[in-house]
């Protein structure tokens, strides 16, 4: 047990080691006192942070969201069909490529309403896909994706066939993320798809020929939607139905990745110029936080992360209290005595709940 607590140095140079009669001799610990690793077994599972029931009731609130929001559009737009102007085709139809036209904010203006009871009703129903449905779709995007990442970081930690390439190319193992290029590289590629899936569909099923098709398609992912072509046919708006909702949020995707991407770099930047810059005075007084005139090691290393934005003062508070609230005997360190004493405390609280 003392392998892991005792520093990296030769058991017989510390035997050789004799102290002085007149040092006070430090109080070992026993061999046979229980470790602290082994305390952690002792805690219930109902202790730790479970966040995998969570994720689950967002997917299902924004699935359920995203469904209440359209089918709200779909019964509108048949009970008050004659409120609204446009090329018809099939109700239904005409009724959910509405809706979803609305919620991408495309804005073909091939069906507009004609009446002030539906003109206030469609500016309420823009303003909550705009503000409110369109966040629960955005989180349901990044939950696929996140899972997509446990996956391939799964099959890394797993050793399986293939995964030299992806701990190379596709994943960050320390950082436990897939690498910002391939998310953007990815992002891409299922951008152009999208874009070459809807050129394809509006030729086969508008009959615009290969330019108008690719025009039409390079607008609708990208939301501008002029309004000079759409769909008009029942099977190109079943079809837009759901690609559009894929199209618009992979586009948004994209641009949110290549956001991260600059962020990053930036990022990468500043900390090379603040790992570079010399120490002054002036850092100096700053990092001393005892005010004992000097730096340590650690005052140094926190100093260092908050030049970079990595950590911020309020994080360090929060730690400190925290710190402090473990340490209940004001030792200055947290003893196992005084976890132990946490961990009962939380199975007192838990027990009167």
């Known amino acids: 047990m003392e392998e892991h ?29 229980p470790s602290l690793f082994t305390c952690t077994q002792s805690i219930p599972p109902c202790l730790a942070i479970d966040n995998s029931h969570r994720t689950p009731s967002f997917v299902r609130i924004a699935s359920i969201g995203a469904a209440l929001y359209i089918t709200l559009g779909v019964i509108v737009f048949i009970v008050k069909r004659d409120s609204f102007s446009g090329h018809r085709t099939c109700s239904l139809v005409d009724a959910l490529y509405f809706s979803v036209v609305t919620l991408c904010t495309i804005g073909y203006g091939d069906i507009v309403p004609r009446t002030p009871l539906t003109k206030l009703f469609v500016c309420a129903f823009v303003l909550v896909g705009f503000g409110f449905v369109d966040v629960l779709l955005d989180g349901l995007v990044r939950h696929v994706l996140d899972r997509q990442e446990a996956v391939l970081l799964s099959a890394v930690d797993g050793g399986e066939q293939g995964s030299v390439v992806l701990r190379t190319y596709v994943m960050d193992v320390e950082k436990r993320r897939m690498r910002i290029r391939m998310k953007v590289g990815c992002a891409l590629c299922v951008v152009v798809g999208c874009v070459a899936s809807g050129t394809v569909a509006a030729r086969v099923l508008e009959g615009l020929d290969w330019l108008e098709s690719f025009y039409l398609s390079v607008t609708s992912v990208t939301t501008v939607g002029y309004g000079d072509y759409s769909f008009t046919t029942v099977r190109g708006r079943a079809f837009a139905t759901a690609w559009l909702l894929v199209s618009t949020l992979a586009v948004a995707r994209a641009f949110l990745c290549l956001t991260e991407l600059r962020i990053e770099r930036r990022n990468r930047r500043i900390a090379e110029w603040v790992m570079k810059k010399k120490m002054t005075v002036g850092d100096l007084v700053a990092a001393d936080l ?24 309020k994080d360090i508070l929060q730690i400190c209290e925290q710190f402090d609230r473990l340490d209940a005997r004001n030792y200055k360190k947290i003893t196992l005595s005084e976890l132990m004493e946490s961990h009962h405390l939380s199975f007192a609280m838990m027990d009167e709940k």
Do not use: C, F, W
Request: proline share 6%; no cysteine.
């Open 5 to 33: 607590l005792l520093p990296s140095v030769s058991y017989n140079a510390v035997q050789s080691h004799t102290p002085p009669r007149n040092h006070r001799r430090l109080t070992r610990r026993s061999r046979s006192a």
């Open 290 to 313: 005892d005010s004992d005139g000097s730096i340590s090691k650690s005052e140094y290393v926190i100093y260092k992360l908050k030049e970079m934005g990595k950590i911020a003062e």
